[in-house]
């Protein structure tokens, strides 16, 4: 295999850190260990560029995996080598208890189908974690004969055991250190590589989803679900890459694993790990009724209430789930948390405690292509990281440098902030390191559409409360207000409710003899310099027409448009894009003069608004002939309002009442009027 630079890159900053990826599927399919395991051994071994060094720590990770994990059928073989030489090793998942009757701790090697092998409360105090569930270590177990020949003896002892996981004390600042030598992409790319999927595969797109599994990792008490297609590996990342996080199996769950033991105080998953990961979501259950209302008060707060103790855990909910239908169809038959069970299915309150819901639909399906051959940081090394990121809060770099619109209530800023937070981690996870407008504007669309899709969700279902989604926000004392929308409820190509960038208006013709009525967007771009001008090559002669009297009125009242702003010190570029057949443009001067104002002013048009109306070079509005099919046009566009001159009031005494409760219209008496009412609040 040929060392890419990048490769040379990472080993360079991460020396003794890397591992070919190409290598560790290899091994995790030949022996029944998860990735992380046998990554850590490649780790130790083979963590090098050097093809013959790899050569050689490869014959050792593959002796001590033919010699420590125990295939299927093998289970005496070891139990005799075990009795044969007094004690052996072994890599295996081990999980303990508490044994009441002989007031000791025995454990469970799932292997080795050992269900009462003794072990000291010594290893026990170190590793807590082995009482919830387990993990995988390296095990010495003996076998004492003197103890088999007693009655109800346990021959079988854990002598020690190692955690598959780093110890380094040190492992921030190399993480640290070898981010530093990485542009923002190359660093996206490494943390991609390092959980095995190969980012030249990969769209922007793809790469926002991937990294967004990631959050709950290095953001303490983060809800997030992920709901797509079967086959784009949802499951894997928790199950397979860190010793860190916990899957609960087909969702189903007791509060006494999830939460604490009332019998014996025992902590549950969500003490012990950073991130507990119910799979297939739609089998969520409790064993006891009030189960999902615990799990609901702890998304809240981080704190569950058994007796009279109220116990705080820091453990992430992630649930993960498949679509039986695509993403469209479904939102046509109800709305996106349909494969939720029925106890959470329709709980706005459940959804409000979902700080992000991840596209899974956005994520593609795995095949070889996915999976990278190149090498990527050592998975016990990048956990360590993440979990060591946990015990810090990035969301201040909001301060002052960000602003959010009044449509974000306080459960949305909570889920904002925390997304934008696990971001800035992952990205620069050394919080001295300078993040550029441009990333920081990264992370913050990325975090406000994942939570408006919650939002999105939760109006759905009808709750008056949840009707203002249109999610916004500010970059900057003087910055532009921007809105965020979820792509699957949004095209550029279709009338949105969400307010457009300054600039941007819909308007519709108003015809000619040779053609009809056509809805056009009109795209105006403002910049240093003076004039308008026009884009489309060749420009229609109606439609130039109609620009020709808007920067007329534009110059000679912006008094009353844009105040003691000077539009001649400005240059203005303007596109017109159709979506019917129509393209002559006639008619759309007052749409046109709405853009120019928008544009100098640095505010948005209102959401879901089609502006109608002519003017000719005096600032008198021509008369609308068609207004009554203009109206249905509109409607069948998916405008939400209209806003026409208020001469076509008469005439649309004629439009039906079916067509009239479609849409808000509104009329304005002169364009001052109209701008006033143009404008988003």
Not at 203 to 210: C, E, P
Not at 253 to 263: L, Q, R, W
Not at 415 to 428: D, E, P, Q, Y
Not at 566 to 580: K, N
Request: with cysteine; proline share 4%.
């Amino acid at each position: 295999m040929t060392t890419s630079s990048f490769d040379i890159k990472l080993a360079k900053n991460f020396e003794g850190l890397i591992v070919r990826k190409d290598l560790v599927r290899k091994f995790s399919r030949q022996y029944p260990v998860p990735t992380y395991v046998v990554e850590f051994l490649l780790g130790r071994y083979c963590a090098t560029t050097d093809e013959s060094e790899i050569e050689e720590g490869l014959k050792i990770v593959q002796k001590q995996l033919n010699e420590r994990t125990v295939r299927a059928g093998e289970e005496e073989l070891f139990k005799s080598r075990a009795k044969e030489s007094g004690r052996i090793k072994l890599i295996d998942i081990i999980s303990a208890r508490l044994d009441e009757k002989t007031d000791s701790y025995v454990a469970t090697l799932p292997s080795l189908q050992l269900k009462n092998v003794r072990i000291t409360p010594d290893i026990i105090r170190e590793n807590e974690r082995i009482l919830t569930g387990g993990f995988y270590a390296e095990i010495t177990l003996s076998y004492d004969t003197y103890i088999a020949q007693e009655d109800n003896g346990r021959a079988f002892g854990v002598d020690s055991l190692r955690p598959i996981q780093i110890s380094k004390k040190d492992t921030l600042t190399q993480l640290f250190n070898g981010r530093l030598d990485f542009t923002t992409d190359e660093w996206k790319d490494a943390l991609l590589q390092s959980i095995g999927f190969n980012p030249s595969k990969l769209s922007l797109r793809n790469k926002d989803a991937i990294l967004l599994r990631l959050v709950p990792f290095v953001e303490r008490n983060y809800n997030l679900i992920e709901l797509g297609p079967r086959g784009t590996g949802k499951s894997h990342l928790f199950q397979q890459v860190s010793p860190y996080a916990h899957l609960v199996s087909g969702g189903k769950a007791t509060v006494a694993k999830m939460f604490v033991n009332n019998a014996n105080g025992q902590r549950g998953l969500v003490c012990q790990y950073d991130v507990v990961c119910f799979d297939e979501v739609s089998g969520i259950s409790f064993d006891q009724k009030d189960g999902v209302n615990i799990m609901k008060g702890y998304m809240e707060s981080g704190e569950f209430s058994r007796g009279k103790e109220s116990i705080r855990a820091e453990g992430s909910m992630v649930m993960v789930g498949n679509f039986d239908v695509d993403v469209q169809h479904q939102q046509r038959v109800g709305h996106l948390f349909g494969p939720l069970p029925p106890e959470m299915r329709d709980d706005t309150a459940f959804m409000d405690r979902i700080h992000c819901y991840l596209p899974g639909w956005d994520i593609p399906k795995t095949n070889p292509d996915l999976y990278t051959s190149q090498f990527g940081l050592v998975s016990d090394f990048l956990s360590q990281c993440f979990t060591e990121l946990r015990r810090t809060n990035r969301s201040t770099i909001l301060q002052n440098r960000v602003h959010f619109g009044g449509a974000l209530s306080g459960r949305d800023l909570t889920a904002v902030n925390k997304t934008v937070s696990g971001l800035m981690k992952l990205m620069f996870p050394n919080p001295d390191m300078p993040v550029s407008d441009e990333d920081l504007e990264w992370a913050i669309r990325l975090s406000l559409e994942v939570r408006r899709r919650v939002k999105e969700q939760q109006k759905r279902i009808g709750s008056a409360e949840f009707r203002n989604t249109h999610f916004s926000y500010t970059m900057g004392a003087d910055g532009v207000e921007k809105f965020v929308s979820t792509p699957e409820l949004f095209s550029e190509n279709a009338i949105s409710s969400d307010p457009m960038e300054p600039g941007l208006i819909w308007t519709i013709s108003t015809g000619t003899t040779d053609e009809g009525s056509g809805l056009f967007k009109i795209e105006i771009s403002e910049g240093p310099g003076s004039g308008v001008k026009i884009l489309n090559r060749p420009s229609p002669p109606s439609f130039s027409e109609s620009v020709k009297c808007a920067e007329q009125n534009f110059y000679s009242k912006k008094s009353v448009l844009v105040g003691d702003r000077d539009p001649r010190s400005h240059e203005f570029m303007i596109q017109l894009r159709s979506f019917d057949a129509a393209n002559s443009g006639k008619g759309t001067g007052v749409a046109v003069l709405m853009g120019l104002a928008s544009s100098l002013l640095k505010k948005s048009i209102k959401g879901g608004l089609v502006v109608i109306g002519e003017l000719n070079l005096g600032g008198s509005i021509e008369i609308v002939y068609n207004p009554v099919s203009i109206v249905e046009l509109a409607v069948e566009k998916g405008a939400l309002s209209i806003l026409m001159p208020v001469s076509c009031r008469r005439q649309l005494l004629d439009l039906s009442d079916d067509m009239a409760t479609k849409i808000d219209i509104q009329f304005y008496l002169d364009i001052r009027d109209a701008l006033l009412k143009a404008l988003a609040e």
